[in-house]
């Protein structure tokens, strides 16, 4: 695909009490998992980690945060920063069954607009989007006048939310599933429950 693919590895896990991204899940860590999945697409992989020295592993391209300790936001200020493709695929690295197909889906719709963000049950998920390179500039504005929330950034994007009913055409690909965050113990156990079934 014409686009990168940038995975958000911030964030102290502290409700988790370990690093949610290299919990392993049927013998792989949830970041391989994600970084696996996305590849069968993108080119381009790019993930937005503080700490490099523990993900060489993936064999990815790494960049750090250009505004350390400012929340999401300046992850996906960072990612975009490094990409060399207008269009970018986002997603947080505590969402073990992401779906590439609803990834692609995502990108075809975004030709027009500075992002495309789910909503799911009512939840928007900035988090499992895409964005426009040109949203850079916004997004350094945002952080630098403190205005870090994802919702402080997409007020002024021209951004298409999609649905359930926008999603459906990806058929039998269970919403619930991919959208499911993993923060706390209980949601890992959780998780390697749904992926052992898978398996």
Excluded at 40 to 49: C, E, G, K, Q, Y
Excluded at 81 to 102: G, H, K, R, Y
Excluded at 114 to 140: C, E, M, T, W, Y
Aim: aromatic share 8%.
């Amino acid at each position: 695909m014409n686009a990168a693919a940038i995975i958000l590895s911030g964030g102290k896990s502290s409700r988790m009490g370990t690093n949610k991204a290299l919990l392993k899940i049927n013998e792989k860590t949830n970041i391989e998992r994600i970084a696996d999945t996305l590849s069968r697409s993108f080119n381009d992989i790019i993930l937005v980690t503080n700490h490099p020295e523990q993900y060489e592993f993936l064999g990815v391209k790494m960049v750090k945060d250009y505004y350390p300790n400012q929340g999401p936001l300046a992850g996906v200020h960072a990612g975009l920063s490094s990409s060399n493709f207008d269009t970018n695929f986002i997603v947080a690295c505590d969402m073990p069954f992401v779906s590439v197909e609803l990834a692609e889906l995502l990108v075809t719709k975004s030709a027009d607009y500075d992002a495309v963000i789910p909503i799911i049950n009512g939840v928007q998920h900035p988090l499992f989007a895409v964005f426009n390179k040109r949203v850079l500039s916004g997004a350094a504005e945002s952080i630098e006048a403190g205005r870090l929330r994802m919702k402080h950034l997409l007020d002024t994007l021209h951004v298409l939310y999609v649905t359930e009913k926008d999603l459906q055409v990806c058929g039998s690909i269970d919403l619930e599933r991919v959208f499911f965050n993993m923060n706390h113990p209980n949601e890992y156990e959780d998780a390697k429950k749904w992926a052992e079934a898978d398996f």
